[in-house]
């Protein structure tokens, strides 16, 4: 499982391969880039620190 990131929403997820865009907002391109790229670790960081906090 790899994480993703969403540039045009900021949304960060899990997938197991690079989607064509994303899934919570649809963006398939930002400001002519890829709108969704792999997450840098900071915020993996940030999604898994958001899930345990969800989980107590
Ligand atoms: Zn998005």
New binding site residues.
């Given amino acids: 499982m790899n994480f993703y990131y ?1 540039d ?2 900021h ?1 960060c997820f899990e997938s197991k391969s690079l989607p064509d865009r ?1 899934p ?2 649809g ?1 398939a391109e930002h400001n002519d880039k890829k ?1 969704v790229r792999l997450a840098k670790k900071d915020e993996v960081d940030e999604l898994l620190r958001i899930r345990a906090e969800d989980n107590e």
Wanted: with cysteine.
């Fill in positions: 969403c045009a929403c949304y994303c919570d907002c963006a709108a």
